[in-house]
């Protein structure tokens, strides 16, 4: 064999080789985008890190289309009474939905192509102490630590509302400086509505993920309570309202759940025992919110779902009781979505939405540089585009007011999952509006010496001073691990919660 010859056959078993390797590439980018793109929006490759592609998102993902793998099991840790109950939902497969081969080509396309690390988000610099609100820190009981799972401010009754982990209920009264406990149940509390003549409060059932239905909802008078005849599935948000206008409220009910979950309505009937109604058959729902969207006269329901499919549904009212669901915003099953409020942001009369994304107490507990707020302007038609993006690794809350009386909207937003590396940790932003029309903010933190372990947060005329004041509240439950001089200070913590007075008006 000549050299010329040589070199020839040569040059062609390498393009072959690179043909075959371009090949399995290009297969596995299809399965990966035909696999992944089939229940959630297709995660981008490059918003995790290559170690927690191969060590936790694949395996999961491998269990779920029925890939068995010697080293991972799904039901790992759980109870025979949760495995028994996540093995009934089926979302473990045991048939598999492609082969082995299919599966190492699409483990390949995604390992070979993700990032070792994520890009260090340096868009947020320091922050300039705020002035406009004058910390108050304040103790609602006598245990160090704080267990707080539920917090409102009540404009009709101008106190606080606080529900904890232990299941009891407060009402502290800023201006008074007194605590009223008012109920105690026996799990933790996570919603509380007030009606004219009932109190409902919800109990998470089981704070941990799980698929146990064990959540409940209690009418609740004087003192004692009683549980309506139905078991939840770990509900995090309720809503009383008179959809079809015929005197009785109904109850929306939050099952966030786990592996599965729903969006739920309980309606009242002639004999004044409700009855269910599933709206969404879908995990993950967080919070809804009452509006018209289409001006049809009938009030609709928007909401927030996480776990997988994550966006923002409308369910529009068309009958009396009967809503048509549609998703009108989406993203990645990555964002950690969080909590949503829905407000008229740039005043031309239609609701836009702003989305917060940060819950990092799941199996990718890194920063992300896409973690933050989000400002979704409407176009008129319920149509959504991202105006507006505020980067904040582990946001989980905001609350937007007019809080300077200035005529635009200022937003306040808490992570619960910050950069603990970053000291002091930017868990709280206040960002005043400049210029609503360029989305123009001067951010603000705390005071160096106000730290804490942000869960939940409201606002309100707390102080009855005339204008919007902001509560944080601290949750010292471990759900990632915090640096220990931070967790023992707050372990050790004799304040629960933090009143921002707003010194606009003294």
Sequence with gaps: MNNSLFSCLAMLFLLTGISCSNSEGTKGKVIYEAQCASCHMLPAIQDLPKNLWKEKVLPEMGARMGIRDSTYNPYKGYSFEERYAATRTGVYSVVPSISKEEWRMLVEYVVSNAPDSLRKNDEVGSLKSITQFLPHLVNVDSIRGSYITFAEFDPKKDKMITGDIR??????????????KKFTLDNAITDLIETDSTVYITTVGILEPSEILAGK???????????????????????????????NQ???????????????????????????????????????????????????????????????????????????????????????SSWFEVLDYDGDGDQDIITVHGDNGDKTPVLKPYHGLRIHLNDGFNHFSEAFFYPLYGATRSVSRDFDQDGDIDIALISTFPDYDSRPEKSFVYLENISSSDFSFQPYGLPENVSGRWFLMDAGDVDKDGDEDIVLTCFTYSFTPVPEDLSKKWRESDFDMVILENDLID
Excluded at 222 to 244: C, I, Q
Excluded at 257 to 263: E, F, P
Excluded at 290 to 317: F, S
Aim: proline share 4%; glycine share 10%.
């Design 250 to 336: 109904e109850i929306v009910v939050c099952e966030f759940g786990n592996l599965t979950g729903q969006l739920s309505l309980l309606v009242k009937g002639n004999d004044s025992v409700f009855e269910k109604k599933i709206l969404l058959n879908h995990p993950g729902a967080l919070r809804t919110i009452v509006r018209d969207m289409d001006g049809n006269g009938k009030d609709d329901i928007i909401v927030m779902t996480a776990q997988g499919d994550e966006g923002i549904t409308i369910l529009y009212q068309f009958g009396d009781l009967d809503f048509r669901a549609e998703q009108v915003i989406r993203f990645s099953p990555l964002y950690g």
């Design 217 to 247: 909802i209690h009418r609740a008078s004087k003192g004692s309570s009683v549980p309506l005849p139905f078991e939840f599935h770990r509900p995090v948000h309720t809503l009383a309202h008179d959809f079809n206008k015929n005197g």
């Design 167 to 180: 299941g009891r209920v407060l009402e502290y009264d800023a201006v008074k400086n007194t605590i009223e």
